[in-house]
């Protein structure tokens, strides 16, 4: 299929998970290394695309533990979805998602992991941050 030839509607499909510890309230971040879709990227929550072959929720899963060696038991809600300005053709979709611990460590494409309050997150992205996810980060305090 050429791809060239759709001028709307066709996006490169991100799941990613606020993975949230209800106790610490706090959330997970990954910080990658020469990120070869959008260079000014660095700090991103936990995910990837998709297989065709799994429900997005079963590819999330997936992506966190591969990323973080963590467990996800509990994807509960998407929470936002959106394109970025600095490639729209990307099209991300965010997950509110709960971890039953595992054998914590950066893997897949990170180099490191942190747990942030979530409106600190702002201090480690340096990419756009939508103002309607910040105000979601913000509830979870």
């Given at each position: 299929?050429?791809?060239t030839e759709f001028d709307k509607g066709v996006f490169l499909v991100n799941v990613l998970g606020i993975v949230y510890n209800p106790e610490t309230r706090q959330i997970l971040i990954g910080r990658?290394?020469?990120d070869p879709y959008i260079k000014e990227l660095s700090w991103t929550f936990p995910g990837g695309r998709p297989t065709y072959d799994k429900?997005?929720?079963?590819?999330l899963k997936d992506?966190?533990?591969?990323?973080?060696?963590?467990?996800t038991t509990n994807i509960k809600e998407?929470?936002?979805?959106?394109?970025?300005?600095?490639?729209?053709?990307?099209?991300?979709?965010?997950?509110?998602?709960?971890?039953?611990?595992?054998g914590e460590k950066a893997g897949e494409k990170f180099v490191?992991?942190?747990?942030?309050?979530p409106t600190d997150v702002q201090k480690y992205f340096t990419t756009s941050l939508h103002p309607k996810l910040l105000e979601y980060l913000k509830s979870l305090e």
């Amino acid at each position: 299929m050429d791809w060239t030839e759709f001028d709307k509607g066709v996006f490169l499909v991100n799941v990613l998970g606020i993975v949230y510890n209800p106790e610490t309230r706090q959330i997970l971040i990954g910080r990658r290394e020469k990120d070869p879709y959008i260079k000014e990227l660095s700090w991103t929550f936990p995910g990837g695309r998709p297989t065709y072959d799994k429900e997005l929720e079963d590819s999330l899963k997936d992506e966190i533990k591969k990323k973080t060696g963590l467990d996800t038991t509990n994807i509960k809600e998407i929470v936002f979805a959106k394109t970025y300005p600095e490639k729209r053709e990307f099209l991300s979709i965010y997950y509110l998602c709960e971890t039953a611990g595992g054998g914590e460590k950066a893997g897949e494409k990170f180099v490191e992991i942190k747990w942030v309050k979530p409106t600190d997150v702002q201090k480690y992205f340096t990419t756009s941050l939508h103002p309607k996810l910040l105000e979601y980060l913000k509830s979870l305090e």
